[in-house]
């Protein structure tokens, strides 16, 4: 149930992310189409996959448990994913 509940919340995170502005604009342009046609309904399958794994989650320790359960884990993995995916290598400074 854990398991599930953690791929949900990444799947959801994932999606949110690859239906962002920037995301769309480096994607190929048959994904930028398919991404721009169905940006509502994917993003709307996200907050789903998020209210899903918080439901599993509520359903198999309560509610204030399955709460912070979904927060502790989605904190990391939003964490992960940020650095994942972007470029955090220092750049050099130009002195003036």
């Given at each position: 149930m854990i398991i599930f509940s953690l791929l949900l919340i990444?799947?959801?995170?994932?999606?949110?992310?690859?239906?962002s502005a920037k995301q769309i604009s480096k994607a190929k342009?048959?994904?930028?189409?398919?991404?721009?046609?169905?940006?509502?309904?994917?993003r709307l399958s996200a907050f789903l996959c998020f209210l899903l794994a918080g439901s599993l989650l509520c359903l198999k320790y309560g509610s204030s448990i399955g709460f912070i359960n979904w927060w502790v884990f989605a904190?990391?993995?939003?964490?992960?994913?940020?650095?994942?995916v972007n470029d955090v290598?220092?750049?050099?400074?130009?002195?003036?």
């Open positions: 990444l799947m959801g995170m994932f999606i949110l992310y690859k239906c342009p048959a994904q930028q189409q398919f991404l721009k046609r169905f940006k509502t309904q994917l904190t990391p993995i939003t964490f992960l994913l940020v650095l994942c290598t220092m750049q050099p400074h130009k002195k003036s």
